[in-house]
């Protein structure tokens, strides 16, 4: 019911609090120093790759590469895009520029591309990998009253606390763009971490709830192996607009094939128009965009680097 952004700025922080405490399960704060480690991965023309690995909890880490642009000035600080690898997915197969490289065909090397436009670069790790491995960690903190997003958002906050440390950051300019899993990362974990200035679902917004429950369409997860993906009375609280009106007022944008097999474009378009209509009210209908592109699950690349370059204050290249 909020009139302005600057209203709904204060009474989202009651709406995040539902949605992390209920939904998705609060694990408590880092309890370790970071204890940061580091090696270098990559020596490319335009930009150097770290490993970089921090602590969490006892026996819990976060990891992930930092790609850093070559013409960094000592003292300069530079906005960030934290880059998120998809299900089954590792850092690299946001980076790697080799066509015939496993993860080419969906990622496009998003994460190399963005750090050649000047951009540093993080591509975190995020556990959903090992098929009933991660499962089976997701069925065991259900009855807990936790998920998987409880670990991976205390791992991000551990990467945010980082990063915002680092010389070469500016700390109010840290992105995030996710594809596909990375994507249901794009919606949760902004969501509740405000450190993230601005979000990018790509080849994930779906209307939620109907992509969970139906049982009259293909599209719905009543028929795909994915048995972790039911999230706790999402239903009756979340879909997908209402986690993109827990990033607002930041931007918030999503990427979105025509011939993506997550859902159909009227899904996509049903739920986002929600999504619209909710920034319009709030009287910032600029920061909240949509792009259809010709193409299957997959980064495109063309309007979220503009509206990166946009709302993170960058400069194109010429």
């Known amino acids: ?23 998705i399960g609060r694990l408590p704060a880092a309890t370790l120093p970071a204890n940061a480690r580091s090696r270098k ?54 980076i790697a520029d080799d066509p015939k490289a496993g993860g080419y065909g969906a990622y496009k090397a998003f994460a190399a591309r963005l750090a050649e436009r000047g951009f540093v670069v993080f591509a975190p790790h995020n556990p959903y990998r090992g098929h009933d491995a991660f499962r089976g960690l997701q069925r ?20 945010l606390d980082w990063l915002s440390e680092q010389p070469f950051v500016e700390p109010k300019r840290i992105g995030f763009y996710g594809l596909s899993y990375g994507g249901k990362t794009a919606m949760r974990v902004p969501a509740l971490l405000d450190r993230y200035c601005l979000s990018i679902c790509s080849a994930d917004f779906n209307d939620w709830v109907t992509k969970n429950a139906t049982v009259d369409s293909p599209y719905s997860y009543m028929f795909g192996g994915e048995y972790e993906i039911f999230e706790w009375n999402l239903g009756h609280t979340f879909s997908y607009a209402e986690m993109a009106a827990c990033i607002a007022p930041r931007p918030f944008m999503v990427e979105r094939g025509h011939n993506d097999g997550v859902a159909p474009d009227e899904w996509v378009a049903h739920e986002f128009a929600r999504v619209r209509r909710f920034y319009d009210r709030l009287g910032i209908g600029n920061r ?20 990166l370059h946009k709302h993170l204050n960058w400069p194109e290249p010429k």
């Not at 600057?6 to 989202?12: I, K, L, Q, S, Y």
């Not at 909240?288 to 509206?307: C, D, L, Q, S, Y």
Request: glycine share 8%.
């Open 288 to 307: 909240a965009e949509i792009e259809f592109f010709n193409g299957p699950h997959t980064i495109h690349g063309v309007g979220t680097f503009k509206f």
């Open 140 to 159: 065991k903190l259900n009855p807990l009253g936790k998920s998987l997003f409880s670990v991976i958002l205390a791992q991000h906050n551990r990467i």
């Open 41 to 94: 991965i990559h020596d490319k023309e335009k930009w150097t790759g770290y490993d970089v690995m921090l602590d969490v909890w006892p026996d819990v880490f976060a990891w992930g590469v930092l790609l850093l642009p070559k013409d960094l000035k000592p003292g300069e600080r530079r906005p960030v895009v934290v880059c998120q690898h998809g299900l089954e997915g590792l850092p690299d197969d946001t």
């Open 1 to 23: 019911k909020a009139k302005s952004a600057d209203e709904w700025a204060d009474a989202v922080k009651a709406v995040q609090s539902n949605l992390w405490d209920d939904v």
